[in-house]
């Protein structure tokens, strides 16, 4: 699916998607747009909106159909099966037309492309509801979701895996491309009428692994892991370490993990497991088959660790069709400007913000400024939250929300810095369980940013002008506050603890400064030392 900036490329076949997504080139919103995934096991929609280098789910919803049941034996799909899809793709189609969506895309992957009578839905589909179904092969379906998986994690590189109903797919990235590429028949519902027990499905899975080695190569980077069978085996990794952070995307397990977690299915009673995960029955019935793959495919390849990926091939859709100005930004910044232009108070003071605490984070490595950028442009989105929770609520959102880019340690990072925005304490809250997930040191540095972005605030009048510089002098412990004459005003006893507050979280001495222009030549600088003082409790004022 090649880019164009041609007009007549609306009217050319886009595949899936019919059009192209991004007609401008540097787009930064996504209009609203509706994927349909078909899979051996179950039929799903997403309606993305948003930023469009880090797309929202306004819409998300799953129905488990199991087209692939038993179609190694029959090589048809399940009937029961294929009447549950067609329904709910007629309810898809007329959620999408109350929404006012553009046509939806569409895309099948292994049970459509594999049954005698994949064809023959195919078209019931289209007559029924108006829908194109576009059926991809394995190898294009590793690539999308390798995709998907770059839409997350920019500069990712490692071993895809990507686990449907009927089949397995691996696909190698490295430098923000898709390598080499298989597809195997090692999906759980296949694996299921392999002969011979768990012994033969284990000497299947075995020889098969095998041979995609061959294909692949050593791969001893990260593996990431997509689809529904290994968010399910994370999900019980999480309950048995009593991992406190349930959000799926960026999880790690060690490969020692992954055997204890192994060791940990074969012992437990699936249906007491599965209540105590949230995990659907239907779910859980392929988990077995699926750890089976997944264990021998750790043993094979030896990846250093691996992560969860909640990105797949509908955001490797997405993806294929973004120009490549816009896969080049940040996901994490992309989803943070456009929530501030949004909802924040005054869109734009993010970046002023940025610039007046950048200071204090001098020399720190670019993963660690990207945050502290991130949590400038986020530090006014919660503001009509109640203000006895708004802090809470900030780092809830933080934490939560379906942001790509972010390790667990960073989302708490995030979460703690927008905290501290709006409060100084941080202990008793409802997620002091969580901060064990941030060291000590990443603790400090995000009670500075937000103590410091809690500063700043106060000079928020306009997303234009300078509001003054921070110059922080480690050594020494001396903080310097540089203010325009103009914000003089806004200089009052509040501002003043909050100040105080930031020197005391620094255990620094502060010196406080108004400049006033007097010609376009020169500046007057006209100082006023700041009681070095700073255990005073500082105002908790409510905005």
């Known amino acids: 699916m090649p880019m164009t900036d041609a007009p007549a490329a609306a009217n050319t076949d886009w595949g899936p998607f019919g059009r192209p997504l991004f007609d401008d080139p540097g787009a930064r919103a996504l209009s609203r747009v509706g994927v349909v995934d078909v899979g051996s096991n179950s039929v799903r929609l997403v309606v993305f909106d948003g930023a469009a280098r880090s797309p929202a789910y306004f819409y998300n919803e799953k129905i488990m159909c199991a087209l692939g049941a038993g179609l190694s034996e029959s090589g048809r799909l399940n009937p029961e099966g294929r009447k549950r899809a067609l329904s709910a793709l007629r309810r898809f189609q007329h959620l999408a037309r109350g929404m006012g969506l553009p046509p939806l895309s569409a895309v099948a992957t292994a049970a459509v492309r594999d049954a005698s009578d994949g064809p023959e839905f195919c078209e019931e589909v289209l007559r029924e509801t108006g829908l194109k179904i576009h059926v991809i092969d394995g190898r294009e379906e590793a690539r999308l979701s390798a995709q998907g998986v770059l839409l997350g994690w920019p500069g990712a590189y490692g071993l895809v895996c990507d686990i449907g109903g009927s089949s397995m ?72 370490r009593g991992y406190p952070l349930k959000v799926l995307h960026e999880y790690r397990m060690s490969p020692r993990d992954m055997r204890e977690t192994a060791r940990f299915i074969e012992n437990s ?53 973004m120009p490549q100005r816009l896969r080049e930004r940040d996901p994490l910044i992309e989803a943070s400007r456009f929530a501030e232009m949004k909802d924040a108070r005054i869109p734009g003071f993010g970046k002023t913000l940025y610039d007046f605490v950048s200071p204090l984070f001098n020399g720190a490595p670019h993963s660690k400024r990207r945050l502290v950028k991130a949590a400038c442009l986020l530090h006014d989105v919660s503001w009509r939250a109640h203000p006895d929770y708004r802090a809470e609520v900030c780092f809830d959102n933080a934490t939560r929300a379906n942001l790509g880019g972010l390790k667990h340690s960073e989302r708490v990072f995030l979460g703690l810095a927008l905290l501290h925005r709006y409060s100084n304490k941080r202990q008793g809250s ?114």
């Not at 299921?192 to 995609?212: F, N, S």
């Not at 392929?286 to 997944?294: G, K, Q, S, T």
């Not at 990846?303 to 091939?313: F, L, Q, R, T």
């Open 169 to 240: 797919e691996l696909a190698e990235i490295h430098h923000n491309t898709v390598g080499r590429r298989v597809t195997s028949p090692l999906g759980p519902l296949k694996l299921r009428d392999i002969k011979g027990g768990r012994r033969g499905r284990k000497a299947y899975i075995a020889e098969v692994i095998d041979q995609l080695k061959e294909e692949m190569g050593a791969q001893r980077d990260r593996l990431f892991l997509v689809g529904g069978s290994w968010r399910a085996i994370a999900r019980i990794d999480m309950h048995r």
């Open 430 to 543: 409802a997620f002091d369980h969580l901060y064990g997930l941030l060291d000590e040191k990443g603790q400090h540095e995000a009670e500075v940013l937000g103590r410091a972005m809690r500063f700043g605030a106060m000079l928020m009048v306009s997303d234009k002008g300078d509001i003054g510089k921070l110059r922080w002098q480690p050594r020494k412990r001396v903080l310097h506050a540089a203010l325009p004459d103009a914000a003089r005003p806004l200089y009052g006893e509040v501002a003043e603890n909050r100040l105080k507050a930031l020197a005391k979280a620094l255990d620094a001495e502060v010196v406080l400064s108004f400049t006033k222009p007097q010609s376009p030549q020169e500046e007057a600088v006209h100082t006023a030392e700041v009681p070095a003082d700073t255990t005073a409790a500082p105002a908790t004022p409510r905005g």
């Open 269 to 321: 009673d699936l249906g007491k497991l599965r209540n105590a995960c949230g995990i659907s029955s239907t779910r859980m019935a392929l988990v077995p088959y699926a750890i089976d793959v997944l264990t021998r495919l750790v043993k094979t390849f030896k990846p250093k660790d691996i992560a969860v990926s909640s990105y797949g091939i509908r955001e490797g859709l997405l993806y294929e069709q």
